[in-house]
């Protein structure tokens, strides 16, 4: 059980054009959903905690706009990378709460901006 | 100000040794302690937790960390390291504000050697 799933798993566009990536809880729903963002060899950094049917609360140095989170129902989370940028290529990482105090984390997305 | 240290970058063992992967923490209050293993280009698998009671907790794949207070450590464990434990390690404590959000700490590449 506590199964999460990203997709797409690896994804390469353009500069400038929109990346849509999908944060799936597959046997388990999910109130609250992260999205965290993984530099090659560092730790992952928080971006935003998505909660369903309102909206996303992003930290400090990320931008809303930029990196757009729904929550639409409690097995689904999306990020959009809008307007991407060489910058932004990176490693991003879902997770979803199960139970309290325990997240489950998706496999990753690395996305890659030409 | 709540955190995670994780003092080694990367720790070799010989296959069939016993394997330590420290951790200590600084939180106001009783912690929330979590180690998460990532394999590569993966997201992170769940190990074990800490929350109350035994201070030995008992983990996936024959992992088990001890909670020792005094020293405010959370060392992960194993009494016989396989190649296939090869892997990146994170220590994790719940925010004790957003009790949903997790810190992390930077990760320790563990490196098995047959």
């Known amino acids: 059980g506590a199964v999460v799933s990203q997709h797409p798993s690896r994804v390469i566009c353009k500069s400038g054009t929109s990346v849509k990536i999908e944060c799936r809880s597959l046997?388990?729903?999910?109130?609250?959903m992260f999205w965290y963002r993984q530099f090659p060899k560092q730790s992952l950094m928080l971006m935003a905690t998505?909660?369903?049917?309102?909206?996303?609360?992003?930290e400090q140095g990320v931008e809303k706009d930029k990196f757009l989170i729904n929550h639409a129902s409690l097995t689904l989370s999306t990020l959009t990378v809008t307007s991407a940028h060489p910058e932004d290529s990176s490693f991003y990482i879902c997770?979803?709460?199960?139970?309290?105090?325990?997240?489950?984390f998706g496999p990753g997305t690395r996305l890659t901006v030409l | 100000a709540q955190s995670v240290a994780q003092p080694e970058d990367q720790v070799n063992v010989a296959e069939g040794n016993p394997l330590t992967v420290k951790c200590t923490y600084s939180?106001?209050?009783?912690?929330?302690l979590f180690w998460y293993v990532q394999y590569p280009n993966r997201g992170l698998q769940f190990l074990l937790k800490?929350?109350?009671?035994?201070?030995l907790v008992k983990g996936s794949y024959g992992f088990e960390a001890e909670f020792n207070k005094s020293q405010t450590s959370f060392h992960l464990k194993k009494p016989s390291a396989l190649v296939s434990d090869s892997a990146l390690y994170f220590c994790?404590?719940?925010?004790?504000?957003?009790?949903?959000?997790?810190?992390f700490g930077t990760g320790t590449r563990l490196q098995v050697f047959p």
């Open positions: 046997d388990f729903q999910a109130t609250t």
């Open positions: 994790a404590v719940r925010d004790m504000v957003n009790t949903d959000k997790l810190i």
């Open positions: 800490y929350i109350t009671g035994d201070n």
């Open positions: 939180v106001s209050g009783n912690p929330y």
């Open positions: 997770s979803a709460v199960l139970t309290t105090y325990t997240q489950y």
């Open positions: 998505s909660n369903e049917g309102s909206k996303a609360t992003y």
